[in-house]
């Protein structure tokens, strides 16, 4: 069992990227965000993002509900359904739906944030936003035990039953443990994690499950995001975590060749 | 097995239509259209509605692919996914799809549509339109055998993997044929057929099987079109079709119970 995700960012061609689909022989769930767009359909309507940093240095997308309908518009509508439209027409049978259908993926929202905005600290009240709890794998299993390819996104469910924004990094990796994925795939557009982020030849190609302490050490900022996540992943039971290339010809197929970098 | 249509009019107050959804017993499919916020979306996007008249003086939306891409936007995310979020809160283990999903209804696309503008005939090319030819009844009745209530919206998709713009009725009615329902409900903004569409109390509450060759001679409009594809309806093996009012509190429970017009 695979699972695949695809973030949302400018780089990655998704015509592209989805033309491997069709020779992975092992099941898998595609998990997608639309982050670039999201931000583009914002401003059309008149509702421009707003990044916020919490107190302890975290960014987030500030999601009032008008920001959750814009959401629901961008990654449940044209997101989800154009790479279902694009792997229909590719022969696979692809299903779509967010982690709120069915109740696949849970958690409890948040609906205040504490802010730093000009330096001034501020409760930001009705945020559609949480972190999941657990996950639901009934819906996602009867589709793969019948041949469907699902293709999953934000947002999740809360327990009173609202729409909340949750991560889509973490999304897959809640999904993979949950399935006990032999494999996470995070796709993104940089080769993978690099010593050096402003330098794509500083990438790091593999790091053993038993030197992820000195991985540690090395990374920075969002790379050492992504190898702790890695490392919980891995504590979870996942096999193997990758960080590959999204934006390359053929990329899931060289990322299961061992392109990236992988952990575990 | 009941399959219950509701229109996406300004009328309808969708909060109190489905608070009626948990007290249904039966097994049930919604399918939901979404054309009003189609049209507030569209100019807000700056590519408003086209609404084109055939050569035969059927109007229709052209729909080129940006049209289909706000089209995903409204229909599948934001009018598909509230719904879901709202069925969810009521404690209604809701899945929502496209007929594109799974490829649950397929038809042919017509990418070239002969219409009429400003008195003039015109071919338009690019149109993401099609007709339903066939309904695959495996993902959903893999979702109510499972307890999932399926929650379906436009577009369907072509031969070639293509999402098409179908009408909302018409999927409603090939579902419930292809599921072999007993009864559709197509719900709308008015109470149901009348001998006159400006007034309500001609509502028409009744047409026997044996009736409708009378009901067509009085019918206009599209009232007229309304009772042809009951006919087609009750032909092609549904017990019963009830055109009712959206509208008002307890519309499921009231339409079940014998409201609006009771065809068959």
Redesign the interface.
């Given at each position: 069992m695979l699972v695949i995700k695809i973030g949302g960012s400018k780089g990655v061609d998704l015509d592209r990227f989805l033309d491997d689909v069709p020779s992975v022989s092992e099941p898998m769930v595609l998990v997608h965000g639309a982050n670039y767009e999201m931000d583009q359909?914002s401003e059309?309507?008149?509702h421009p993002p707003r990044i916020v940093t919490s107190s302890t240095g975290q960014k987030s997308r500030y999601t009032d509900r008008r920001t959750m309908?814009v959401f629901?518009?961008?990654?449940?509508?044209?997101a989800?359904?154009?790479i279902?439209?694009m792997l229909?027409?590719?022969?696979v049978?692809?299903?779509?739906?967010?982690a709120?259908?069915?109740?696949i993926a849970r958690g409890r929202r948040k609906p205040q944030i504490r802010v730093v905005e000009d330096g001034r600290p501020k409760v930001l009240r009705g945020d559609y936003a949480g972190s999941i709890e657990s996950v639901d794998t009934?819906?996602v299993t009867?589709l793969l035990e019948?041949g469907?390819l699902p293709v999953l996104t934000p947002?999740a469910?809360s327990h009173?039953?609202?729409?909340i924004n949750v991560d889509g990094d973490k999304l897959a990796m809640e999904l993979a443990v949950a399935l006990g994925a032999d494999k996470l795939v995070i796709f993104s557009d940089t080769p993978g994690l690099m010593r050096d982020v402003s330098d794509e030849s500083s990438l790091i190609s593999r790091i053993d499950r038993d030197e992820i302490g000195q991985a540690m050490e090395v990374a920075q900022g969002r790379a050492k995001k992504k190898v702790l996540a890695a490392r919980e992943a891995l504590e979870r039971g996942i096999g193997q975590v990758v960080f590959a290339d999204g934006r390359v010809e053929g990329a899931i197929r060289k990322a299961l060749a061992g392109a990236g970098t992988v952990i575990g």
């Open positions: 359909v059309q309507l008149g309908e629901m518009m961008v990654y449940c509508g044209k989800n359904k154009t279902v439209e229909q027409s590719l022969g049978n692809a299903v779509g739906l967010s709120l259908d069915g109740g009934k819906l009867l019948n469907y947002p469910i009173e039953g609202e729409a």
